[in-house]
C-alpha cells in the first residue's frame, strides 16, 4: 500500500550551489578582522590580538609566533621570512627577512672534500636566520602593540603544551632518523610525540620571551648568538657570532605584474615571486577559451609554469648579482616569445630538467586583514621538514638549511659569503582598483607558485570562492620525480581530460584527495564593501578566524 506524498519536495541544498562538488567547502565571513595560517591555535591567537586593537602586523606577528610554536617543523626562530604589508591606501611594502651565507663560506673547500652539492643537513647548509629580525623591523615600522604582548600567547602555548596533530606526529615520524642522529630530539622529551600529546617547549617559552622584552637583539647577540654559533660549530659548519650580529632585515620594493583586472605583488629575489608575475603573463599571452578546466586551458597553465620554473632555476640569484633586471621576465618580450612557441604539446615540460633534490619544502603562510583594510602575507620556513635538524637547546629550536639551495660551482645562485641563497618563499598581494583586494600564500616549494597560478585563475576566472579554491582538487609539476618531470594530479579532475593531458605528452600520475605535498594554502579576500571572505587549506591543521 502507497502513502501518499502531501506537500511541496524539497530540493537539496546543492541544487542552488553553483559548484554543487565543493557545496561543502564553505569560507568564513567577516568585516571586522580576519586571520587564516595553517593551525588553528595560531589563527584565534592573531585574531585575538586584532580584537585587542591590534592592527595587522600586530596580529602577523603574535600568529608568527605562534606558528613556530605549533608547527617546528615548518618554522621556527631558526628560519626565515618574507613579509607583504598593504596599507590601506594601497601602497604596498616588501621586506626580506631572510639570512645571508657566512663570511666565512667557502665552495672551493666543498668541492675539494668532494661534495658535488651543498649537504642538505649539514651545518654547511645553515644560513643567519631572518625571521626574528623580520619581526623586530615590521615592528618598529608599523606596530600599535607592544613585542613582549604580542609573543607572549605563543611563549604560554609553548609552555602549557600544544596538542599535537596528526600533521606535526607525521612529520616527527617521517624526521625521526635525522633528528636523532642530531641529538635534536632532546627539544621536546628525547623522543618523537604521539599524537593528541602536549607538546611542552619550556626554551622556546624562555625564547620568546626574551625576545619580548629585548628585542630582536636578545637572539641575534649575547648568549643566545653563542648558542647558535656554538651548534654550526659542532655540525661543521661556518655561521659565527659575528655573521649573526652583522644580520639585518631589507625592505626592498615589492615586484608588480598585471592580470585580469588586478595589480599582483610579490616579493623580488632571491624570492622566487617574479616566477609568478612570468607564469600570469604567459597565461593571458594566449588567447585560451572560457572553460577553466578545458585541455587547452589546463595545457596552458602547465606549460607556463614549466617555462616559468626554468627560467627562475636559471636566473634567481641574490639581488646583489642578477645578471639581468628582473622585470624583463615578465615583460612583452618575453610573452609574446612563449606565444610563438606555444602549442598543443608538452613543449617547455619536455624541456625541464629533473632534479635529486627535494622540490616540495616545508613553510607556513599566513595572512591577516584588520578593520581598516592593512593586510599582511608573510611567509616564513626552515626549508627542509625541520630545516637542518641541528639543534640550538638553549632555545629549543632547529636551525633552517637554506643554504643548500647554493650551487658549488654553477653560473647563478653559486656560494659565496655574504650571499643570500635563492628562495622559494614568495607571500602575494592583489589590488584591484589600487585597494588591497586578494592576499594568499601557500607552502610548498616549487608548488608554491603553482598553486598561486591556479587560485588566482579559479578566483578570476572559474568563479570560484577562496575556500572553494583552496579545496578544489590541484595539480602540481614535480620535477623529482623519477624519470623525469612529472605531473601529479589529485583525485576528482575528469578522466576525460587526464586521457587528454596524456595525448599532448604529458607523464601523469594521479593522486588522492588534499594530498599534503599540493601545498597548504590561505586566502583573504576583501569585498569592496569590507566584507572579507577567508580560507584555509582542508590539506592543514588551519583554520580560519574572524570576528
Known amino acids: 500500500m502507497s502513502i501518499p506524498q502531501s506537500g511541496p519536495t524539497w530540493p537539496h541544498l546543492d541544487a542552488y550551489e553553483q559548484f554543487?562538488?565543493?557545496?561543502?567547502?564553505?569560507?568564513?565571513?567577516?568585516?571586522?578582522?580576519?586571520?587564516?595560517?595553517?593551525?588553528?591555535?595560531?589563527?584565534?591567537?592573531?585574531?585575538?590580538?586584532?580584537?585587542?586593537?591590534?592592527?595587522?602586523?600586530?596580529?602577523?606577528?603574535?600568529?608568527?609566533?605562534?606558528?613556530?610554536?605549533?608547527?617546528?617543523?615548518?618554522?621556527?626562530?631558526?628560519?626565515?621570512?618574507?613579509?607583504?604589508?598593504?596599507?590601506?591606501?594601497?601602497?604596498?611594502?616588501?621586506?626580506?627577512?631572510?639570512?645571508?651565507?657566512?663570511?666565512?663560506?667557502?665552495?672551493?673547500?666543498?668541492?675539494?672534500?668532494?661534495?658535488?652539492?651543498?649537504?642538505?643537513?649539514?651545518?654547511?647548509?645553515?644560513?643567519?636566520?631572518?625571521?626574528?629580525?623580520?619581526?623586530?623591523?615590521?615592528?618598529?615600522?608599523?606596530?600599535?602593540?607592544?613585542?613582549?604582548?604580542?609573543?607572549?600567547?605563543?611563549?604560554?602555548?609553548?609552555?602549557?603544551?600544544?596538542?599535537?596533530?596528526?600533521?606535526?606526529?607525521?612529520?616527527?615520524q617521517i624526521c625521526t632518523a635525522e633528528l636523532a642522529a642530531k641529538d635534536a630530539l632532546r627539544l621536546w622529551g628525547g623522543k618523537g610525540p604521539r599524537v593528541y600529546d602536549r607538546l611542552k617547549q619550556p626554551a622556546l617559552a624562555a625564547l620568546l620571551r626574551g625576545i619580548g622584552r629585548n628585542g630582536a637583539g636578545h637572539f641575534y647577540g649575547g648568549a643566545m648568538a653563542g648558542a647558535v654559533a656554538r651548534a654550526v660549530a659542532t655540525a661543521g659548519g661556518w655561521l659565527d657570532?659575528?655573521?649573526?650580529?652583522?644580520?639585518?632585515?631589507?625592505?626592498?620594493?615589492?615586484?608588480?605584474?598585471?592580470?585580469?583586472?588586478?595589480?599582483?605583488?610579490?616579493?623580488?629575489?632571491?624570492?622566487?615571486?617574479?616566477?609568478?608575475?612570468?607564469?600570469?603573463?604567459?597565461?593571458?599571452?594566449?588567447?585560451?577559451?572560457?572553460?577553466?578546466?578545458?585541455?587547452?586551458?589546463?595545457?596552458?597553465?602547465?606549460?607556463?609554469?614549466?617555462?616559468?620554473?626554468?627560467?627562475?632555476?636559471?636566473?634567481?640569484?641574490?639581488?646583489?648579482?642578477?645578471?639581468?633586471?628582473?622585470?624583463?621576465?615578465?615583460?612583452?618580450?618575453?610573452?609574446?616569445?612563449?606565444?610563438?612557441?606555444?602549442?598543443?604539446?608538452?613543449?617547455?615540460?619536455?624541456?625541464?630538467?629533473?632534479?635529486?633534490?627535494?622540490?616540495?619544502?616545508?613553510t607556513a603562510h599566513l595572512c591577516v586583514v584588520d578593520g581598516s583594510g592593512m593586510a599582511v602575507s608573510l611567509i616564513q620556513s626552515l626549508f627542509f621538514d625541520f630545516g637542518a635538524c641541528i639543534p640550538v637547546p638553549e632555545g629549543g629550536f632547529v636551525l633552517q638549511n637554506r643554504g643548500a639551495a647554493f650551487t658549488l660551482d654553477g653560473p647563478v645562485a653559486r656560494l659565496a659569503p655574504g650571499m643570500r641563497p635563492p628562495n622559494t618563499l614568495m607571500p602575494t598581494i592583489a589590488l584591484r582598483e589600487g585597494k588591497p583586494a586578494i592576499v594568499l600564500g601557500c607552502m610548498g616549494g616549487d608548488g608554491q607558485m603553482q598553486a598561486q597560478l591556479q587560485l588566482l585563475l579559479d578566483l578570476c576566472d572559474g568563479g570560484l570562492d577562496p575556500q572553494q579554491a583552496v579545496s578544489r582538487p590541484r595539480w602540481y609539476l614535480d620535477r623529482s620525480a623519477p624519470g623525469g618531470p612529472r605531473l601529479m594530479m589529485e583525485d576528482g579532475l575528469d578522466e576525460v581530460l587526464i586521457d587528454g593531458l596524456r595525448g599532448v605528452g604529458h607523464k601523469v600520475e594521479r593522486l588522492g584527495r588534499f594530498e599534503d605535498r599540493m601545498g597548504h594554502a590561505q586566502i583573504i579576500a576583501i569585498r569592496d564593501d569590507g566584507v572579507l571572505v577567508g580560507a584555509a587549506d582542508p590539506r592543514s591543521d588551519g583554520q580560519v578566524a574572524a570576528f
Do not use: Y
Not at 586593537?53 to 628560519?79: E, H, K, R
Not at 616588501?94 to 649539514?122: E, F, K, M, N, V
Not at 654547511?124 to 618598529?140: C, E, Q
Not at 626554468?310 to 646583489?320: G, K, L, T, V
Open 20 to 172: 554543487p562538488q565543493l557545496a561543502g567547502h564553505r569560507p568564513v565571513l567577516g568585516t571586522r578582522g580576519m586571520v587564516s595560517s595553517p593551525h588553528a591555535m595560531a589563527s584565534t591567537i592573531g585574531c585575538d590580538v586584532l580584537k585587542a586593537g591590534g592592527n595587522a602586523v600586530d596580529a602577523a606577528i603574535a600568529t608568527s609566533a605562534a606558528l613556530m610554536v605549533a608547527c617546528p617543523m615548518q618554522c621556527g626562530p631558526g628560519g626565515d621570512a618574507f613579509w607583504l604589508i598593504a596599507e590601506p591606501s594601497g601602497e604596498v611594502h616588501a621586506l626580506d627577512a631572510s639570512g645571508r651565507a657566512s663570511r666565512h663560506a667557502d665552495a672551493g673547500r666543498l668541492l675539494a672534500q668532494g661534495h658535488p652539492a651543498i649537504p642538505p643537513r649539514s651545518g654547511f647548509a645553515v644560513t643567519a636566520p631572518g625571521a626574528i629580525d623580520g619581526w623586530s623591523a615590521a615592528h618598529r615600522r608599523f606596530a600599535s602593540q607592544p613585542l613582549a604582548g604580542l609573543l607572549e600567547p605563543a611563549a604560554a602555548l609553548a609552555e602549557g603544551g600544544v596538542v599535537v596533530s596528526r600533521h606535526l606526529h607525521a612529520s616527527f
Open 241 to 362: 657570532e659575528a655573521d649573526l650580529a652583522a644580520h639585518a632585515s631589507d625592505w626592498v620594493a615589492p615586484l608588480q605584474g598585471r592580470f585580469r583586472d588586478l595589480d599582483v605583488l610579490t616579493t623580488p629575489p632571491s624570492s622566487q615571486g617574479f616566477s609568478l608575475l612570468m607564469a600570469l603573463g604567459f597565461v593571458e599571452s594566449v588567447p585560451s577559451g572560457t572553460g577553466r578546466f578545458e585541455l587547452a586551458n589546463l595545457h596552458l597553465e602547465i606549460e607556463a609554469v614549466a617555462a616559468a620554473l626554468a627560467e627562475r632555476d636559471a636566473i634567481n640569484d641574490d639581488r646583489a648579482r642578477l645578471a639581468v633586471p628582473i622585470e624583463r621576465t615578465w615583460g612583452s618580450e618575453r610573452r609574446v616569445a612563449f606565444a610563438r612557441a606555444f602549442g598543443m604539446q608538452a613543449r617547455s615540460v619536455a624541456g625541464m630538467q629533473g632534479t635529486d633534490r627535494i622540490t616540495r619544502g616545508d
